[in-house]
């Protein structure tokens, strides 16, 4: 005779939620707290109510080529990891090989090639400067728009090739059983269940993108890192400047994990 205990099914029990007041955070929270008064009181911030407007607009800027880039380049990124799937195998070796070069390569770089070698290309041709597109090719942030998309597609369209195999192909098959098209499958299984699975790397891929964006300072887009730039040479400081940079980039890293926590949390789970 079996065991009886055999016999109880298995419940499985989640994880409880850490509290917010556990000792290290706590300390955590006080140390972070006597830097942010101690800055305030010793340093100088009477620079700060001149170039608010510019800190605002800089700020602007960046989210929107955060928000921007991320966007699209999910979009691109969900066929690239879906061709490498199913295929084609020769659309399939072209996915792989356009995520390993541009993986493989320095963002910096993609977007200097970009910019000084295909923006000089464009200048060259009087068809193009004449253009409806030229007054928009002649500035820098389609350039920088460019190389964060692309950057983000390629990572994650890698993330994507594996959720998508991932996802197991009971499912699959139980949604042709019940007579569902490809296409149906695709947006009511396939897909739902391989962007839940992704929802944590892409949260650290969303918060990379962010810390990106200070390179289109580089092409002279005027994002935030930029006009800190500006802030430090015209006052000649270098700590007041950069420690509010780290303080703003800290609360946007902040809202974007919360922000996706928030999401992954709504998003109801049926297992792994």
């Not at 055999?6 to 972070?32: D, G, N, W």
């Not at 020769?90 to 356009?98: E, Q, R, S, T």
Request: proline fraction near 7%.
């Amino acid at each position: 005779m079996k065991d009886e205990a055999t016999l109880v099914p298995m419940t499985y029990a989640p994880p409880k939620a850490r509290s917010l007041l556990e000792p290290h955070r706590i300390a955590l929270a006080a140390v972070f707290l006597a830097i942010l008064v101690s800055a305030a009181y010793f340093m100088r911030w009477d620079w700060l109510p001149r170039y608010q407007d510019r800190l605002i607009s800089g700020l602007w800027t960046t989210m929107l080529m955060l928000i921007s880039t991320s966007v699209v380049g999910f979009v691109f990124a969900v066929p690239l990891g879906l061709v490498q799937v199913t295929g084609p195998k020769p659309l399939a070796w072209l996915a792989n090989a356009f995520c390993t070069l541009i993986r493989g390569t320095p963002l910096l770089l993609q977007l200097w090639l970009l910019y000084y070698g295909l923006g000089s290309l464009f200048a060259q041709y009087p068809e193009i400067r004449s253009s409806w597109a030229w007054p928009y090719l002649r500035q820098a942030w389609p350039y920088g728009f460019a190389a964060l998309t692309i950057s983000f597609a390629a990572y994650e369209g890698e993330v994507m090739r594996g959720a998508f195999s991932g996802v197991p192909k009971g499912e699959l098959e139980a949604a042709r059983a019940y007579g569902m098209g490809r296409w149906t499958a695709f947006r009511r299984i396939w897909f739902p269940r391989a962007v839940y699975r992704t929802l944590p790397t892409l949260t650290g891929e969303t918060v990379l993108q962010l810390k990106s964006t200070p390179l289109v300072a580089t092409v002279t887009v005027m994002d935030l890192y930029s006009v800190i730039t500006k802030v430090r040479q015209d006052t000649l400081l270098t700590y007041e400047p950069l420690l509010l940079l780290a303080l703003i980039y800290l609360c946007l890293t902040g809202i974007l994990v919360l922000a996706f926590r928030l999401l992954e949390n709504r998003i109801p789970s049926r297992g792994n």
